[in-house]
């Protein structure tokens, strides 16, 4: 009679649609969206293209775009409906509030490396980029040598800061640092000559470029002074979550909804996807 029972919860339990058996099962992230009904995403305000705000202040961006088609993906696992909240970040903020739960998934323009993987983990890469120096085009600033004796902008907990801060050391160069909060400032402090040039990702500076109240003035010079590529954050050890979003992603990799969704951001800016990064979207195209 015992092995009868046995026999008979085990064919219901194959017959249980998989979002039922995972109910019972979800820990971490999920378990924290399932009772609450919500997903908290972090977001930048001022990274063009990837996340920035809207006339109507309503977070924008590649990134959005990619981060709701994974809040799709959890809503499938789930089997149930769930609201977003939109928290904003910051580069000094962004990886303190996902390690310590604030956010569950962070959507901005975040290089993926192994000192940030000691705190947080990252989905497959959705873009490629590198270290540029934006500059008015009649400053004479054509790279990192030209900066001599002036002034340039960085965002405080970037890897673009380290990496400039860095070089300036290494070349023995005389080159004041002003530190800022984010892209926005990094900006205006440009615009209202408190600084020569500011550094940031190359793709950043020419969404900034597009924003800017003077864009004919201004140019992206010098060459790569690093690699770094984006990838969307989630919590650290908690693998059912990354696997709810590898598995978003993958399926816009495998469908090409993906080009769709780089054209939209990226045509407007005539940047073509770089060879890398189509390879990454190709290694990131997982099979079920």
């Not at 046995?6 to 999920?30: E, H, W």
Request: proline letters at 5%; one cysteine or more; a negative charge.
């Amino acid at each position: 009679m015992k092995l009868t029972n046995i026999a008979l919860a085990a064919t219901v339990a194959l017959a249980l649609p998989a979002t039922s058996v995972m109910a019972q099962d979800q820990a971490g992230t999920l378990a924290k969206i399932a009772e609450s009904g919500e997903i908290v995403i972090g977001h930048r305000e001022s990274s063009v293209p990837f996340a920035y705000l809207d006339e109507n202040q309503k977070p924008i961006g590649y990134s959005l775009d990619l981060c709701h088609k994974i809040v799709e993906q959890v809503s499938e696992e789930l089997g149930k409906e769930i609201s977003i909240k939109y928290v904003p970040v910051n580069p000094k903020t962004r990886i303190a509030l996902m390690a310590n739960g604030t956010i569950d998934l962070e959507c901005g323009s975040t290089t993926n490396n192994l000192t940030r993987q000691q705190q947080v983990e990252y989905l497959p890469t959705t873009f490629v980029t590198g270290t540029k120096i934006l500059a008015r085009k009649d400053s004479g600033i054509t790279s990192l040598a030209d900066l001599e004796g002036k002034a340039i902008a960085l965002a405080q907990g970037t890897t673009n800061e380290r990496v400039i801060v860095n070089a300036v050391e290494e070349a023995g160069m005389d080159v004041k640092i002003l530190p800022v909060r984010d892209h926005a400032e990094g900006l205006l402090a440009l615009e209202t000559d408190r600084v020569d040039a500011y550094a940031s990702d190359h793709i950043l500076l020419h969404g900034l470029i597009s924003k800017s109240k003077s864009p004919d003035e201004l140019a992206v010079v010098g060459e790569f002074l690093s690699f770094d590529p984006y990838a969307l954050m989630v919590r650290r050890d908690d693998s059912a979550f990354e696997l709810v979003g590898k598995t978003a992603l993958a399926k816009l990799f495998r469908s090409g909804e993906i080009d769709e969704i780089y054209e939209k951001w990226f045509g407007p800016m005539n940047v073509p996807a770089d060879p890398l990064l189509q390879a990454a979207y190709e290694l990131g195209a997982l099979p079920d």
